[in-house]
């Protein structure tokens, strides 16, 4: 039973809250759920300043064709606005307009939806969010305004841009940002020099996505002391190069035919490189003729009617010259043409798919599904179909779905993600004799795989009371017997407080989602990917039964060298299912160990207690977050004073101190302060676990994205340790606010952001300190103030529970 000399910073709040931009955006649950199965969602537009307009495109949706848009709430900072022709819809497409923008107060302008789908009406609460941001301070500006980037270079890739000001016009700038814009998927090639203040450079990892040719435009977000400002169309990096990557069609196509006496031309080709003064030459033909022509400016080769081409079983092979203002380069063999009698028109009913009657969900495949035998066609090309579903054209943008060119094969990899239920995968082929082309579709009906699982739990000891002892007579044991859950959001979550007590961890139950299927499991470590301690996971085992045990236990049932790592450890088991004549599932379960350590805190002017173990307890120590839609989780949190010995290897547990002390645990104060880590959860190479200093780590690019050296910790602080005072550093990854009711976590959807445009699914852990004198200065004081790794954050851009 709970002392009541306990001081418990009980139900301490932790609202995850947002300095958003606007980002993609799907309905809630309770407001799309219904038969039809109806969710609509936005692109987002991000940030926008004063005198910009921007119409953002229709959105996309799952069920019945959605009709009669119409914004049914506009708010500013969460109160309402009056919508003076500021937001204008389309009523029959659903495209938002955003207008007349030089008088709008800056702020962040949520948007309600609402439009008919299958005769329902649909009421979607902030599809849309726009920071309205400020204008740009007198005096920026970006040299030089137009990067010239030429990829024929040897340091192309050092190419840069400097943000420069006048510091007489204006306050300084404290904050450099590209504004995202989730339109411009380019936008994470870019970042500002961690090392350099307002230099804008091209990603590392990034530049081999620039394409010559192309030019990309950036605008930036400034911040000064003033709030946060736009620059629009700040700066343009121009890529260019000599031509390179001639491509006309695929070479499963080729020979090309044309079909004699007549006038016939080749596809116009894609070119890479510089367009400026781009020409197109024959170099040679072999056998060699005359009788082909190429048109200087498109590169396309033709034949004119009455051509004197004989028909032959040798083809024509090209070489082609291509030159730009930048140079010339010669694409040898790139193009070739077989001349025939005649090339048969496509017979439309002679072009068909077999269905697959039946694909597994992960892990199914279905390869080489080729067209059914009896086309009738001369040199056909085969693409996807412009109207396949948005399902289908996500699995085909992530290359789950191919299609060969040449003869219309279609694969589909065990990586695919679809959904249950019948699906068409469009494709059109066409030739010379129908450019229009005929589609047919590859029917597949996906099923749910009999192996799945929702999910694995091995229980958790957090729940367990912390028994409080009132005169210290040290009896009272602290509990690690794990159990099942109560709450999910306590799953796999085990705390032994400074390694002592540590348990076997026993399988508590796999949620499958068909409880009646045949599936055995197996299970393994990843030893190689964890943060925390690492002889907690190089000494984890399983057994065949799935029960967790440590190898690395001291005979006091401690973790190896646990008394002087107090870090914890974040790994995952790789569950694999197996069975029922369908493919494997294997999921990679994250397990959290918590080993805090109690610290001794002194305080003046206490007579006899000026040595106190105190340890703070964070319930759920894991706070999960959508880094997307961050919203407001709770946790509970306590403060314990733990005793240093221990009986039998258990760990015992004091009461708080009451009286001249209590002064003292009602000032508590705590904050980031270094020694950041970050777990990979999922197969994202890019996505590194490690350090923040790490190359390739999640981390590194976060710092990157705030445009600090990965040396500082001060994108996770909100205070300044060595003057108390609030750190004014405006651009943070994650920091703690102190409100009137506890505390609040405010995460940066923006940063978060990685270099490949993806958000993280994976945890990041970090050292923190606390005092209890609310004296921010003390967290600087080894001695008035204890450094613990309090809690962790689990990002998952899926998650709807927060």
């Known amino acids: 039973m709970k002392s009541k000399l306990l001081s418990t910073f009980s139900m301490l709040r932790f609202f995850i809250v947002a300095a958003l931009t606007v980002f993609c955006v799907s309905c809630d649950k309770t407001e799309t759920t219904d038969s039809t199965g109806f969710i609509l969602h936005y692109l987002g537009v991000t940030d926008i300043g004063p005198g910009m307009s921007y119409t953002l495109q229709a959105p996309t949706y799952k069920g019945s064709a959605p009709y009669d848009f119409t914004i049914t709430k506009v708010t500013l900072n969460e109160e309402t606005f009056s919508n003076n022709d500021n937001f204008v819809i389309n009523a029959e497409t659903g495209e938002i307009t955003i207008q007349n923008t030089d008088g709008m107060t800056s702020g962040m302008y949520s948007i309600s939806v609402g439009c008919y789908s299958n005769g329902k009406f649909f009421d979607f609460k902030d599809a849309v969010q726009v920071n309205m941001l400020l204008a740009v301070p007198e005096g920026v500006t970006v040299e030089p305004a137009e990067v010239l980037v030429n990829q024929d270079e040897e340091n192309w890739a050092e190419a840069s841009a400097q943000v420069s000001t006048e510091a007489d016009k204006h306050v300084s700038i404290t904050g450099y940002a590209i504004a995202q814009d989730e339109t411009k998927p380019y936008l994470s090639y870019f970042t500002f020099d961690p090392n350099t203040k307002g230099k804008i450079i091209i990603r590392e990892s990034e530049k081999d996505k620039l394409v010559a040719g192309e030019s990309y435009t950036l605008n930036l977000k400034l ?50 490189g510089a367009k400026e003064e781009l020409k197109f030459a024959i170099k040679s033909v072999t056998p060699e003729t005359t009788a082909f022509t190429i048109n200087e400016t498109t590169g396309q080769i033709s034949v004119p009617e009455g051509n004197s081409l004989e028909i032959s079983e040798t083809p024509y092979v090209f070489t082609i010259t291509a030159s730009n203002a930048y140079g010339s380069n010669d694409f040898e063999g790139i193009y070739s043409v077989k001349v025939v ?84 995968i469009k494709v059109r082929v066409t030739n010379k004799k129908n450019e229009e ?29 912390i028994p409080t002892n009132t005169n210290g007579n040290k009896t009272n044991p602290i509990s690690t017997e794990t159990t099942e859950e109560t709450k999910e959001e306590n799953r796999n979550l085990f705390r032994f407080i400074q390694g002592r007590d540590v348990r076997e961890l026993p399988l508590q139950r796999i949620k499958m989602i068909n409880e009646n299927a045949n599936t055995t499991f197996t299970y393994k470590v990843l030893e190689n990917n964890f943060i925390g301690h690492e002889k907690i996971v190089k000494g984890a085992k399983v057994k065949e039964d799935g029960t967790i045990y440590f190898t690395n236990l001291t005979a006091k049932k401690n973790f ?22 369908a493919p494997a599932v294997t999921k990679n379960i994250p397990i959290f160990i918590s080993t805090p350590k109690p ?85 994202n190479t890019g996505h590194g676990t490690g350090d923040n200093k790490s190359a390739g780590n999640l981390l590194n690019q976060i710092w990157s994205n705030i445009g600090v ?24 990854a994650a920091y703690i606010e102190p409100t009137s009711n506890g505390h609040q976590l405010i995460i940066n959807p923006n940063v978060w952001q990685a270099a490949d445009g993806k958000y993280p699914y994976g945890a990041m852990l970090g050292n923190m300190r606390f005092t209890l004198e609310n004296k921010p200065e003390n967290l600087e004081a080894g001695t008035l103030c204890a450094s613990q790794y309090s809690f962790i954050i689990w990002f998952d851009e899926t998650y709807e529970g927060n």
């Open 341 to 424: 009698a005649f090339i048969e028109p496509i017979q439309p009913e002679t072009f068909k798919y077999t269905a697959i009657n039946q694909l597994y969900q992960l892990g199914g495949k279905a390869e080489d599904n080729a067209i059914v035998p009896g086309f009738v066609g001369g040199a056909p090309t085969f693409t996807f179909d412009a109207n396949n579903s948005d399902e289908i054209k996500a699995q085909i943008d992530q290359k789950f779905i191919t299609l060969n060119s040449a003869n219309g094969t279609i694969d589909i990899t065990d990586k695919q993600t679809l959904s249950t239920g019948k699906h068409e």
């Open 223 to 272: 911040t000064t002391k003033a709030g946060e400002h736009m620059y629009n169309n700040a700066v343009t990096f121009k890529v260019v190069s000599k031509p390179r990557d001639l491509f006309y069609i695929e070479t499963e196509a080729l020979p090309d035919l044309f079909e004699t006496g007549t006038e016939n031309k080749s596809v116009i080709p894609t070119i890479a």
């Open 709 to 732: 050296a990965t040396t500082t910790n001060t994108p996770f602080r909100y205070y300044d340790h060595k003057t108390g005072q609030i750190d004014k550093q405006n651009t943070k």
């Open 437 to 465: 082309g005929v589609v047919s579709a590859l029917e597949v009906n996906v099923i749910p795989n009999p192996n799945n699982f929702e999910y694995v739990s091995w229980g958790t000891n957090i729940e367990n009371e």
């Open 560 to 581: 190896a060298d646990g008394s002087s790592n107090a870090k914890g450890c974040v790994f995952q088991i790789a569950v694999t299912a197996k069975g029922n004549n």
């Open 599 to 683: 610290t001794v805190i002194r305080y003046p002017n206490i007579v006899d207690k000026d040595k106190i173990n105190y340890v703070l307890l964070c319930t759920p120590f894991v706070i999960k977050v959508n880094p997307k839609e961050p919203k407001i989780p709770s946790i509970k949190t306590q403060m314990h004073i733990i005793g240093a010995q221990d009986i039998d290897g258990v760990q015992t547990n004091y009461s708080l101190y009451s009286g001249i002390l209590d002064d003292y645990h009602s000032k508590f104060i705590w904050d980031y302060r270094d020694d950041f880590s970050y777990c990979n959860f999922d197969d």
